[in-house]
């Protein structure tokens, strides 16, 4: 089974400063994809970032970037020049397709990053 | 742009009681699926479908119920309430084929069971 590790269940960061968030998985397969989603307090599940295993290139969204290790099976989240509406709670995904259509989507337990004026 | 609509959002019930959470997208995608969010839990997937018709379990689908009539709709039932189901329920889709898409989710239905 896929498992997802969060190891810092809490955070914070200075506003205007830069955070890692971390996330490890375990999986035997090669093709899958990874996730960062961001639930503020709203409740809203919002998609920050995704990376396709087997794109060797990490992704990036305008502040947010990741760190892809697939040897290491490690999937970090680097938010830059942190801003106050980034205090959220953040999961890590792991998304395997298993064919005719089939997913399984597997959630990390979650890092609550609170972002200081 | 309604995306993913779930109602109630807010409901309380009494040990033993029956409901449905309703889930409706307008995207035409043909993957749909249930999570529950608990405190220091993530979120955990209950039950899913792959197109009409098609239903399958998820990690914690003991004392759910889904039927997928239409690719609109994948409501979920909760037959007698109990109150370990207390919690935070998501509905969310995609579309399949490929996996590359995201899910889309919708905004959250808060369940207390007394």
């Known amino acids: 089974a896929q498992t997802v590790t969060q190891s810092q269940p809490e955070m914070s960061v200075q506003e205007a400063e830069t955070v890692t968030l971390s996330c490890t998985y375990d999986t035997s397969e090669s093709d899958y994809y990874l996730f960062w989603y961001k639930q503020p307090p709203s409740r809203q599940m919002i998609l920050v970032i995704r990376q396709e295993a087997y794109k060797q290139q990490n992704a990036t969204e305008n502040r947010f970037s990741v760190n892809f290790q697939k040897a290491a099976k490690s999937f970090s989240l680097k938010i830059s020049d942190s801003q106050l509406g980034d205090a959220a709670m953040y999961f890590c995904?792991?998304?395997?397709?298993?064919?005719?259509?089939?997913?399984?989507?597997?959630f990390g337990k979650g890092t609550k990053l609170s972002v200081i004026p | 742009n309604a995306g993913v609509t779930q109602t109630p959002k807010f409901q309380v019930l009494k040990t033993g009681q029956s409901m449905t959470l309703q889930c409706a997208q307008d995207?035409?995608?043909?993957?749909m699926s249930w999570y529950r969010q608990d405190p220091g839990m993530g979120l955990r997937l209950i039950h899913y479908s792959v197109g009409a018709g098609i239903t399958d379990q998820g990690e914690v689908p003991n004392g759910y119920n889904v039927s997928r009539s239409t690719t609109e709709d994948f409501p979920l039932r909760l037959l007698s309430a109990a109150p370990s189901q207390t919690s935070v329920y998501f509905c969310?889709?995609?579309?399949?084929?490929?996996?590359?898409?995201?899910?889309?989710f919708g905004e959250g239905s808060r369940l207390t069971v007394l």
């Open positions: 995207m035409n995608h043909e993957y």
């Open positions: 995904a792991y998304r395997m397709y298993s064919g005719a259509g089939s997913y399984q989507l597997t």
């Open positions: 969310a889709s995609s579309y399949s084929g490929g996996g590359s898409g995201e899910l889309f």
